[in-house]
């Protein structure tokens, strides 16, 4: 499969030499959401792996600016941002909050969900790594069954926190996921969202070669594998109407969906797993997909 | 200027208004609540053009008013006891992002037990994190204060602590001046956007990872802005004195210091009765001054000095308590008289704390004790002042 990606911007606002790992999946999809948003931007940065990534003082990887921020209080930093541009008369600036999923379903859910209520004009965009990959690959909120981490030693017993559907129900303007391996869908998503005024919430699956141990040369392999298994669905919330996006539209009908196992054998994280909890997980896929039967055209 | 009869707490929501801040971001706390439901209806009714962030938490207030003030905003918050330590770690990061932030601290003991009454044990956490920590006595005090607040912050680049009392100032009813809005727009111009404001014009970032290298001159930088904000205060009080006719002596205020044989340094609403006591006091003969400490941060240790320097003894009185430590007025100033060479003996007092009733009285017998202390050659003692005896005598525990 080919395809020509000429509507991604040539413009980089996130440089060289920053200090992402090989492979990092998050790079990956922060570079394109800079690109979709332009450099009229505010980043809004808590503790994640991201903080390391910008590179330290004096430089910096990012040619927008950016506020580093306390890991529970992106949120509400981006809400003062947001307020304070539109009081101060600054038109069109885009106020972003790029977050791990541990500062996002776990120590910043409180002010996230705050900020969204109050439906303030920012983007929320959480990099979902699915652990606390920065201190060193820790079980978060985000971490799927059965996933090794140097807290789960002996895989994770719980299921993953599911954000977006939470943000749903804030009932906030615009909500949609993101996959690095599709780089088109995420221009698309984040274009559409410029022009929806309120809170817009976008949710990464980040693949994380050291954390999920894979090689750094098949990230993009294991994105469009968690797509294709359906164990990572793209689709968006525009105003109430759920709609799925990219390679997702295809996959309804579960015998169109690859089993979840050639979603798990790229990854060293779930080596150990046993065929109970594959089965396992792939029937927590198959439920989440008869959820997504449900919301299709649903208002 | 227009005379008029507010609250504490009123007196602060409208000289909030006056200095014209951008955004306000607020989580309801007693007793600060009528700050910000006064700035609201300020708001709602037009009076003040700013915008006015309902937050889900203190953690949020402190963080919503650093996002804005990064961005060029004049910003306003206002809390209390757990309200404070909960936002505390963003406290940290305002003061370490050089943020002009000013907020109202009506202080409150801090729980368990339960307590909604005064102390300072509160605002008195922020003494280590680079804010300037200052404290008013009445209601007029803590409007003056609010607005020149706002003229330190933007001099200095650190965030600006305004603490008042619980209740004893926060909802006592007293006459104040306000200043028109011409006088305090000439006093306090519309902010400057500095060099270090967020912009997409020129990107840069604010707190980004800093090595051993480079991280010590941050600090050492605070710290010198600190030192600088011990002239700033004073200048600051002086140019709002030409404006009002008030001056408060700048960090501190020296009440019958000059000759003074004694003198009690206290902060906060309590300063009051301790003047009257002082006054009482001074009719019998006794030559004893109160100063009353208005900067904690910067601590005023010249001003401090110069009284120490002049006198036989001096009394200290906390409306807190360090645990394990001291009275933190106490020890503060034993390590600044020792730090000058200085061998005058400090007797330290504690009391009040919690809310519990301070009288006139009270004072007098401290300064009665002070005067004993003193004749006999005593160099430190430590009193905790209306403890109930049998607790005192270790009859009975809690």
């Known amino acids: 499969m080919s395809r020509v990606l000429k509507t991604i911007p040539y413009e980089e606002y996130l440089l060289r030499g920053n200090a992402a790992c090989p492979g990092c999946g998050a790079e990956l999809t922060l570079r394109y959401v800079l690109k979709a948003l332009g450099p009229k931007t505010i980043m809004v940065i808590p503790a994640c792996c991201t903080s390391v990534i910008a590179g330290p003082y004096p430089r910096t990887a990012f040619n927008v600016p950016v506020l580093h921020i306390a890991f529970a209080a992106s949120a509400a930093a981006a809400s003062g941002i947001a307020e304070a541009v539109e009081q101060l008369g600054k038109k069109d600036v885009n106020v972003v909050v790029w977050a791990g999923d541990g500062g996002t379903v776990d120590i910043g859910l409180q002010a996230l969900s705050g900020a969204a209520e109050r439906n303030h004009n920012l983007f929320y965009i959480c990099y979902d790594n699915e652990a606390y990959m920065n201190t060193g690959i820790q079980k978060s909120g985000s971490t799927p069954y059965g996933a090794w981490t140097t807290t789960t030693p002996t895989g994770n017993k719980g299921f993953k926190k599911d954000l977006p559907t939470i943000m749903k129900a804030h009932g906030v303007p615009y909500i949609a996921t993101l996959n690095p391996a599709f780089p088109n869908d995420i221009l698309a998503k984040i274009n559409k969202a410029k022009k929806i005024r309120g809170f817009k919430y976008f949710h990464a699956l980040s693949p994380c070669p050291p954390g999920w141990r894979f090689d750094s040369s098949t990230t993009i392999e294991v994105a469009r594998m968690a797509v294709l298994t359906g164990m990572w669905i793209l689709y968006e919330w525009d105003r109430g109407i759920f709609r799925l996006t990219g390679p997702s539209r295809g996959l309804l009908n579960k015998e169109k969906r690859k089993h979840v196992i050639e979603y798990l054998k790229l990854q060293g994280r779930f080596r150990h797993i046993s065929k109970e909890d594959i089965e396992i997980l792939q029937e927590y896929v198959d439920n989440k997909w008869e959820e997504i039967k449900s919301l299709i055209g649903n208002k | ?398």
């Open chain 2, 1 to 398: 200027m227009t005379r008029m009869v507010l609250t504490g707490n009123h007196a602060a929501a409208y000289a909030v208004k006056l200095s014209r801040p951008d955004v306000i971001s607020v989580y309801p706390i007693t007793p600060q609540t009528s700050v910000i439901e006064k700035l609201s209806e300020f708001v709602e009714n037009g009076e003040l053009n700013a915008r006015f962030i309902r937050v889900e938490s203190e953690h949020s207030a402190m963080a919503a008013v650093l996002g804005a003030a990064s961005v060029g905003a004049r910003v306003y918050t206002a809390t209390s006891s757990q309200g404070l330590l909960y936002m505390y770690e963003v406290c940290w990061w305002t003061a370490g992002a050089r943020l002009p932030i000013v907020m109202g601290v009506v202080t409150r003991a801090i729980a368990p037990p339960w307590s909604i009454w005064t102390d300072h044990s509160d605002i008195l956490t922020l003494r280590d994190s680079g804010w300037i920590i200052l404290f008013a006595s009445d209601v007029q005090e803590v409007f003056d204060l609010t607005i020149q607040a706002y003229k330190i912050a933007e001099t200095v680049n650190l965030p600006v602590a305004v603490g008042w009392d619980a209740f004893v100032v926060s909802h006592a009813i007293e006459p104040l001046d306000i200043l028109s809005q011409e006088e305090v727009d000439k006093f306090l111009p519309k902010k400057k956007v500095s060099e270090h404001m967020l912009k997409v014009e020129d990107p840069f970032s604010l707190g980004n990872l800093t090595y051993p290298e480079d991280y010590m001159e941050f600090r050492y930088d605070i710290w010198k802005a600190q030192k600088k904000a011990l002239d700033v205060i004073s200048n600051v009080d002086e140019e709002y004195g030409e404006l009002s006719g008030r001056r408060y002596g700048g960090t501190v205020e020296k009440n019958m210091c000059d000759d003074a044989d004694m003198v009690l340094f206290i902060i906060g609403a309590a300063s009051g009765d301790a003047i009257e006591a002082a006054t009482l006091l001074r009719r019998k003969g006794l030559k004893v001054g109160v100063c009353r400490i208005r900067s904690m941060r910067p601590f005023p240790s010249d001003e401090v000095i110069k009284i120490a320097e002049n006198v036989k003894i001096i009394g200290t009185f906390d409306r807190d308590i360090s645990l394990g430590c001291g009275g933190i007025i106490g020890v503060e100033i034993r390590a600044v008289t020792k730090e000058r060479g200085l061998d005058v003996p400090v007797i330290e007092y504690i009391g009040g704390i919690g809310g519990r009733d301070l009288r006139v009285q009270d004072f007098v017998e401290i300064f009665n004790d002070m005067d004993k202390l003193s004749r006999k050659g005593v160099r430190f003692e430590r009193r905790w002042i209306g403890l109930k005896e049998e607790f005192e005598k270790g009859e009975i525990n809690v």
